[in-house]
């Protein structure tokens, strides 16, 4: 991959020069927008993520944006661009903000300067990559030439004419409305977070360590797609993990195993990837595979938080192994 450190005849004295920037490190081409929260400029870009073209090995799904670090990766190069940014023009590191997954408004950002258009299931659609990527960027403080937004592209659904293929194929039913995502009712949503799932979103929820892209994968403009690969991306974790991988391990060895991953990242517990491992067990298909996993689930019928979990997807594995319900006893659980 060419570097941009060594990228001969560059200077930071256009738009373009900066745009440069950001292709030569595997971004879309950025757009620029006046800083609607204050001063500066508003750089943003959209990253590739990694569409696999194989068959996801046995195990427990996750979803192409977390089985590598993207989101880390992006980070990186923003801060090599940021590097050369100061080389150019004597900015200090303070200078420049970078955001990426945070808790700024970055689907609005990407909306607002062209960057790409607001689907129905509210995620921002590129050019490029359809929504296959994630957003990143810079505000610099100094005003650039911006961006237009494309007509009707912050208006969430406006511009996917006719089509609810996303809003058809959710198995919760979670976008509501255009641009309408109910938190509570979205798969995403619920495999990062500590909410009790209920009972009738767990029998929907299917082989899923992390994360859902279903409303992405019936999404046309996605169907003919082509990720590049990015070049030396960090944190590849691949399309699955095993049961084992995630539930034999006490607390701080799981997390620990996962550093540098996406499913390493301070907000995603241990708790939540075992709870979500033992309701995708529950999903297994034939009798041996459920006794194996049973051993694995019954540990935590005793876990303070999340034994509601254990217990449902317990029962269900029992079914399948052919063995009969018995009043569960919840053992002390240990960690």
Known sequence: ??????????????????????RIEGFSSPRFLKNPEGPGTVIIAAFPVR???????????????????????AVLRM??????????????????????????????????????FTGRNSLVITREWGSRVILAGMIIPFETETDSPLENGSKAGALCGSCRRCMAACPTGAIESSGVVNRDKCLQSLTTDSRRIPEWIMEKWGNRLYGCTICQDVCPFNKNVVSPEPDGIAGDLGMTL??????????????KSLKGTALGMSWITAENLKRNAMISASF?????EAESLIPLVEPYTGHPVISYAAIWSLKRLRKTAGQQESPLLPPVYRQ
């Open 1 to 22: 991959m060419q570097s941009i450190k060594t990228t001969i005849g560059l200077k930071m004295n256009s738009k373009e020069d900066i745009s440069e920037y950001f």
């Open 51 to 73: 569409i696999p073209v194989e068959k996801a090995p046995k195990g427990l799904r996750i979803a192409p944006f977390a089985a590598a670090n993207h989101y880390g990766e």
């Open 79 to 116: 801060k090599r661009i940021s590097g050369v940014l100061r080389e150019k023009t004597g900015m200090s590191k303070s200078d420049i903000r970078l955001f990426c997954n945070s808790t700024l408004e970055e689907k609005r950002f990407a909306a607002l300067s062209g960057l790409g």
């Open 242 to 255: 095993s049961f084992e991988e995630v539930l034999v391990p006490d607390d701080p060895v799981l997390k």
């Open 284 to 288: 297994c298909r034939n009798r041996i």
